[in-house]
């Protein structure tokens, strides 16, 4: 199973990165070039424990639907949200925020994920599913710290 790992220093306070991270309208605008939105479940403002999203995207020219949920809710240091319903075999998404002596956050992603179909989905996995997954996040995370940074 693929693992994404990032680290991000963000020139904000840790409560202002939780927010950001953990809001339906920042991951909205992060992922505006796939046409993400919610759909279904909390479709704006900040999730909380036990909240569940439905997202429709375009991904690879076909509209896709995920549903995930927060599993885990410690503000401001983690949130962990998994998928519950969608293409992927499995989704698990560990957002960790370390605060820092100097103001700043230290941003830390562990992404898992798993391809369905078997052995094709491995392949995928490997010649450029990972690839995606990790260009999606990284997007997503210079958002978040853009958004962050700006006005602090």
């Known amino acids: 199973m693929p ?3 990032l ?3 963000i020139k ?9 991270s953990i809001s339906v309208d920042t991951h909205s605008g992060s992922m505006s070039h796939t ?8 479709t704006s403002g900040l999730m909380q424990l036990g909240d569940v999203v ?18 885990a809710y410690e503000r401001p240091t983690r949130f962990v949200d998994e998928m ?4 992927f075999q ?3 998404h560990i957002h ?3 605060s820092l002596t100097n103001g700043s956050t230290l941003m830390c992603d562990t992404f898992t994920f798993r391809a369905p179909l078997g052995i094709l989905g491995r392949l995928a996995e490997v010649f450029f599913l990972t690839h995606y997954m990790h260009k999606l996040l990284l997007d997503r995370n210079q958002y978040i710290q853009q958004l962050a940074e700006k006005d602090t």
């Open 7 to 9: 680290e991000t220093l």
């Open 84 to 87: 519950v319903q969608g293409i």
């Open 3 to 5: 693992t994404i790992y």
């Open 96 to 98: 960790e925020f370390r």
């Open 54 to 71: 439905t997202w429709e995207a375009v991904h690879f020219g076909v509209k896709q639907h995920l549903t995930s949920k927060i599993t």
């Open 35 to 42: 046409r993400e939105r919610a759909i279904a479940g909390v």
């Open 12 to 20: 904000a306070p840790v409560e202002r990165c939780f927010d950001l």
């Open 90 to 92: 499995e989704i698990m």
